[in-house]
């Protein structure tokens, strides 16, 4: 079955140290994104790459790095710079073209502890 | 600023009977308009979309209607089952983004459809 894998479902992460979430995806899509959910809030966009090796920031990339070595994967680092960690992350995926849908993973449940 | 709103957090309706959610947004550079379905620690799935050539699409129990002038788009379900159930979020993409995927997010409604 095609689709996009986020692993891992819940994630705990120490006070100070670097944390990496994983999304890959069967689809073919060129584009992908990662957003972040807080709640009573909508998704907000972290980062998104239209192609291998290359990659924008969104409107909340402070904090986070993100790399696209592979056309299936692109993981996103949350690091120690990024003030309020806890949250819900979803990576994404789309055709490479307007007025197209994004394709959504289950998500990652990150907890600063 | 926020760019696309869901005024109602959420909604409460009967089964069988219609259920209507509502999203305004500000920037007149937007050209299409997507609905997405979210339940509890899951990722959204893709519902039904718009673009701003037209005002109004249906995929069977689920039309969408857009107000260009009013900068208002809304979801009717009808009839509304249970399993309808879920936190329903307002997405658009303005023109000049020229890709899919990178969307701007309202702040979703959560819809409770009672039996």
């Known amino acids: 079955d095609g689709g996009i894998t986020q692993s891992p479902k819940y994630l705990f992460r120490k006070e100070g140290q670097n944390v990496t979430l994983s999304c890959e995806q069967n689809l073919n899509h060129d584009a992908m994104y990662w957003y972040r959910q807080d709640p009573g809030q909508g998704l907000r966009l972290i980062y998104y790459?239209?192609?291998?090796?290359?990659?924008q920031k969104g409107d909340i990339a402070e904090g986070y790095s993100v790399s696209r070595e592979k056309k299936e994967s692109f993981p996103l680092t949350v690091t120690s710079a990024q003030k309020n960690p806890t949250a819900f992350y979803l990576c994404?995926?789309?055709?490479?073209?307007?007025?197209?849908?994004?394709?959504f993973g289950q998500g990652t449940r990150l907890t600063v502890v | 600023d926020q760019q696309v709103k869901q005024n109602s957090p959420s909604l409460s309706v009967q089964e069988g009977r219609i259920s209507i959610l509502n999203c305004d947004y500000t920037?007149?550079?937007?050209?299409?308009f997507l609905w997405y379905k979210k339940y509890p620690a899951e990722g959204p799935t893709f519902l039904i979309s718009?673009?701003?050539?037209?005002d109004k699409n249906e995929d069977g129990r689920f039309t969408v209607f857009l107000n260009k002038s009013a900068k208002h788009l809304s979801l009717h379900i009808v009839p509304s089952q249970p399993g309808d159930s879920a936190v329903y979020f307002c997405?658009?993409?303005?023109?000049?983004?020229?890709?899919?995927?990178?969307?701007?997010f309202g702040q979703g409604t959560e819809l409770s459809v009672k039996p």
């Open positions: 920037n007149s550079m937007f050209d299409y």
């Open positions: 790459s239209q192609i291998v090796n290359d990659f």
């Open positions: 997405a658009a993409s303005p023109i000049y983004y020229n890709q899919g995927g990178k969307l701007i």
């Open positions: 718009i673009s701003s050539i037209k």
């Open positions: 994404a995926s789309s055709m490479k073209r307007p007025n197209t849908e994004a394709f």
